[in-house]
């Protein structure tokens, strides 16, 4: 049995390449995975189409029309056909790294960290926020930031305070990226390690299927008194 599948790119038609399909065993149930490739959105998210078929018949594609293909819409002597109404995401994988360049910290010496945030994903990133609540352990903190590549910061690049907060637009790819540096000082006082996390979150609309990377955190211990 073939699963056949066609997706819409947002021109209204089911064309040769928005096709993929799965074999289906006789009597298997379950999940499975169609993958498109190559296959890019145009136009607005919403009002796109997804076509699944699924027949033990043999469907045949006319090579001389590409921008239709027939196996959407022809007959079958079985089998089922079913439409879905969806909305594409935005594909991005944001990513953040957070380093003073140090393990340790001297009580009532300056820290300073370096934050930088990068979109490895495919589609570039509009509204992303960065977010860093820094330990009270540092005081007098203040940062600033330096966009690389076409990325900017629209809100939030230099500021001061325990509560970093920035929204930014990254494009998708190497050169591409936000910088800040955060600087505070330690409390003479203190004698815990020093964590810190920053984050990077994916706006509304936009898929960020590798989460695993929108935190950074950056350990220190207080380095030994002479």
Do not use: C
Request: glycine share 10%; proline share 4%; no cysteine.
């Amino acid at each position: 049995t073939n699963l056949s599948a066609f997706f819409d790119d947002g021109d209204g038609q089911f064309a040769t390449d928005e096709y993929t399909s799965a074999t289906v065993a006789s009597g298997a149930s379950g999940s499975y995975t169609l993958t498109w490739i190559g296959v890019t959105v145009s136009g607005p998210l919403t009002n796109h189409y997804l076509r699944i078929r699924l027949t033990t018949n043999i469907l045949f594609d006319s090579p001389g029309t590409t921008a239709v293909d027939e196996r959407s819409t022809a007959s079958a002597s079985n089998g089922e056909v079913e439409d879905y109404l969806l909305t594409a995401l935005y594909q991005a994988d944001l990513a953040i790294a957070k380093t003073d360049g140090s393990t340790t910290y001297t009580p009532g010496g300056t820290v300073t960290y370096t934050i930088t945030v990068t979109n490895n994903g495919l589609n570039d990133v509009t509204g992303a926020t960065v977010s860093d609540l820094i330990p009270a352990i540092l005081t007098n903190v203040s940062w600033s930031s330096s966009p690389t590549g076409s990325a900017s910061v629209t809100s939030g690049g230099s500021g001061s305070g325990n509560n970093l907060a920035a929204t930014v637009n990254i494009a998708a790819g190497a050169g591409n990226a936000v910088i800040f540096s955060v600087t505070g000082t330690a409390l003479a006082s203190a004698t815990g390690n020093l964590v810190n996390t920053a984050t990077v979150t994916a706006p509304a609309g936009t898929n960020d299927p590798t989460p695993g990377n929108n935190s950074a955190t950056d350990s220190d211990s207080p380095a030994p008194s002479a």
